[in-house]
Nanobody, 126 residues
Framework: VQLQASGGGLVQTGDSLRLSCAAS????????LGWFRQAPGKEREFVAA????????YYADSVKGRCTISRDNDKNTVYLQINSLKPEDTAVYFC????????????????????WGQGTQVTVSS
């Protein structure tokens, strides 16, 4: 299984970014997916999650209203759109996945995910 995150970069406060994570070797349509991030000197934290057929999404309070997680099961890709970026959004963003028997469920803790991407750096300048 491979998860390849991309789309990060250096942006200014207020800008938007769309991160992508392409999966291979994973039964994508039967997997729940999530995004996490790790800022310098901090622990990795949950950002957003989406259920198998996108019927459920869940967001961390820190990004709620600014973030949208989505998925394209035909392209085996999950996305994270982040708007109104703030300097505190600066972090390495990781995508994660795991198979799920249940279709309408999201996973919000790191321990619940089996597969991880390598991360993409997002830097927001003030």
């Amino acid at each position: 299984v491979q998860l390849q995150a991309s789309g990060g970069g250096l942006v200014q406060t207020g800008d938007s970014l769309r991160l992508s994570c392409a999966a291979s070797g994973l039964t994508f349509s039967r997997s729940v997916l999530g995004w996490f991030r790790q800022a310098p000197g901090k622990e990795r934290e949950f950002v957003a999650a989406i259920s198998r057929i996108a019927t459920m999404t869940y967001y961390a309070d820190s990004v709620k209203g600014r973030c949208t997680i989505s998925r394209d099961n035909d392209k085996n890709t999950v996305y994270l759109q982040i708007n109104s970026l703030k300097p505190e959004d600066t972090a390495v963003y990781f995508c994660a996945g795991r198979l799920s028997i249940i279709s309408d469920v999201v996973r919000t803790t790191q321990d619940e995910y089996f597969y991880w991407g390598q991360g993409t750096q997002v830097t927001v300048s003030s």
